[in-house]
C-alpha cells in the first residue's frame, strides 16, 4: 500500500558532477512521470514512460538529462555534469495507465542542490 | 505562455470563509484536474472534471468547468487551516491524451 517513494529526499552537490534520481512508483502502476519544479513555480513536464519505453521525450531541457525505467518498477533520472540551473525539486508521479483521466500519484520529490 | 494559469497567484483568508481560485486555458481540452501541494510535499489529485461536465462536487469542493471561456474555478468551502497549501490546474490538451500541463498554481494561506 505505499505510495510512490524518491530517493534521496535532498541532494546537494557540486557544479559538474553526475546525479541520478530514483523514483519507486506504485505498484501495477504502468505509467511513470518525471517533473522538474522550480522555488515558487508550477510543474515542468520532463518524460513519461508507459511501462520501460518513453513515447515522449520533449520535455527534457538537454542533452545532459537522460531517464530509464526498467519493466513497470523503478526509474532513474539521470543529470549529467550538472550546473546552477539544474538546482529544483524533481517530482516523480506514478498512474494505472497512461490515460488522461487518470489521476497522477506523486512523491515528495529530490530537491537538488548545484553548488 | 501557459497553457494553463491559476488567478490570483496568493489568496489569503480567514478560516471558515470560502476560497475561490480560478484557472484560464487556451486550447480545447480532454478534461481539467485539480491538484494540491502542501510545502515540501508531492502533488495530492483532488478532483478531474471532463470538457463535457459543466460542475462537480468532493466534500467542501465544487469545480465548475465553462469551456466556452476556456476557464475553471475550485470553490473550497468552510475554508481550514489545513487548507493551506498550493493549487495547481492541470489541462489534458485534446491533441496529447497523454501529457497532462501544470499551471503556476495559486497559494492558498488560510489563517486560523
Known amino acids: 500500500g505505499a505510495g510512490v517513494s524518491q530517493s534521496p529526499s535532498n541532494k546537494v552537490t557540486e557544479k559538474g558532477k553526475d546525479v541520478e534520481l530514483r523514483c519507486d512508483p506504485i505498484?501495477?502502476?504502468?505509467?511513470l512521470y518525471w517533473y522538474r519544479q522550480r522555488l515558487g513555480q508550477g510543474l515542468e513536464f520532463l518524460i513519461y514512460?508507459?511501462?520501460?519505453?518513453?513515447?515522449?521525450k520533449s520535455g527534457l531541457p538537454s542533452d545532459r538529462f537522460s531517464a530509464e525505467r526498467t519493466g513497470e518498477s523503478v526509474s532513474t533520472l539521470t543529470i549529467q555534469r550538472t550546473q546552477q540551473e539544474d538546482s529544483a525539486v524533481y517530482l516523480c508521479a506514478s498512474s494505472v495507465l497512461v490515460l488522461s483521466n487518470q489521476p497522477q500519484h506523486f512523491g515528495d520529490g529530490t530537491r537538488l542542490s548545484i553548488l | 505562455s501557459q497553457q494553463g494559469e491559476e488567478d490570483p497567484q496568493a489568496l489569503s483568508i480567514q478560516e471558515g470563509e470560502n476560497a475561490t481560485m480560478n484557472c484560464s486555458y487556451k486550447?480545447?481540452?480532454?478534461?481539467l484536474q485539480w491538484y494540491r501541494q502542501n510545502s515540501g510535499r508531492g502533488l495530492v489529485h483532488l478532483i478531474l472534471i471532463r470538457s463535457n461536465e459543466r460542475e462537480k462536487h468532493s466534500g467542501r469542493l465544487r469545480v465548475t468547468l465553462d469551456t466556452s471561456k476556456k476557464s475553471s474555478s475550485l470553490l473550497i468551502t468552510a475554508s481550514r487551516a489545513a487548507d493551506t497549501a498550493s493549487y495547481f490546474c492541470?489541462?489534458?490538451?485534446?491533441?496529447?491524451?497523454?501529457?497532462?500541463?501544470f499551471g503556476p498554481g495559486t497559494s492558498l494561506s488560510v489563517i486560523p
Open positions: 492541470a489541462t489534458v490538451m485534446k491533441t496529447s491524451y497523454d501529457k497532462v500541463i
Open positions: 514512460f508507459q511501462g520501460n519505453s518513453a513515447p515522449d
Open positions: 486550447t480545447s481540452i480532454n478534461n
Open positions: 505498484s501495477g502502476h504502468t505509467a
